[in-house]
């Protein structure tokens, strides 16, 4: 059994830098002052766009990312459904006996148990348990989709997720919150700060728990192969 930390793999080429300047031409449409654009953009105007109320404009664009993380917690993400589109690996289809695997499954290790050595034993024990009988039903000729009723909630699983900038706002501003699950802030902050890095005109005004320990931050990997494999740490 393979136990791993979360991640958040993030395009290159995710922010190209132009997204700001797009939306405020799009938005000045609904004005007719497209005259009045600079050629560096007035992010003060798109600031005034969203604090009115008015966010259908940054639909416009979207942003890719792909979330390592457990299976509990992409099942809070699929929930965000306007202007969403998913990939997620299957495990209808994955077999996890495969050397391609590791002949071995892979979980996400739950940051709220490092500290209690009893708490993480009882977690560590029941996915060996679940790994070991998963494997033993494949043996027994049932099918993936079949062994995979027994497997933990805490098996790692890759999605692609693509909201449009609207969708990213909403998702945020749910997912960051102090009510949120644990293991969702620790991937949604993160990138909600990436975010702000990099398209503050739209997320400067998300708001977010401050108080969630940034030890416990995902991992945040900015690459050229968004599909590339689990990066190890």
């Known amino acids: 059994m393979i136990i791993v930390k979360p991640q958040v793999l993030v395009p290159a080429d995710a922010f190209d830098g ?10 000045r449409v609904c004005y007719k002052s497209e005259q009045q654009m600079n050629p560096g953009g007035d992010p003060d105007f798109l600031r005034r766009i969203v604090k009115s109320g008015h966010e259908s404009i940054v639909e416009h664009e979207k942003v890719t990312v ?5 299976r509990g917690v992409s099942h809070e993400i699929v929930r965000h459904r306007v ?9 209808r289809y994955c077999r996890y006996s495969h050397s391609k695997f590791g002949s071995e499954i892979t979980v996400i290790e739950p940051f709220f148990f490092a500290e209690d050595e009893s708490a993480n034993r009882l977690w560590s024990e029941s996915c060996a348990v679940a790994e070991k009988n998963y494997m033993a039903l494949l043996e027994l000729g049932r099918s993936a989709q079949e062994a995979r009723s027994i497997l933990p909630n805490s098996l790692k699983t890759e999605i692609v997720v693509t909201y449009n900038l609207r969708e990213w706002r909403h998702f945020f501003r749910l997912r960051c919150d102090k009510a949120a699950h644990p293991q969702m802030r ?6 909600l700060l990436h975010f702000k890095t990099h398209l503050p005109v739209l997320f400067d005004d998300v708001p977010y728990d401050k108080e969630f320990p940034a030890s416990h931050y ?9 599909f590339q494999p689990l990066i190890p740490e």
């Open 18 to 27: 132009h997204i700001a300047q797009k939306l405020e031409r799009y938005a």
């Open 66 to 70: 792909m979330f390592v993380i457990d």
């Open 83 to 91: 202007g969403a589109a998913y990939s997620q690996e299957s495990t």
């Open 186 to 191: 620790q991937v949604a902050i993160p990138l």
């Open 218 to 226: 995902a991992a945040m990997i900015t690459t050229d192969d968004l």
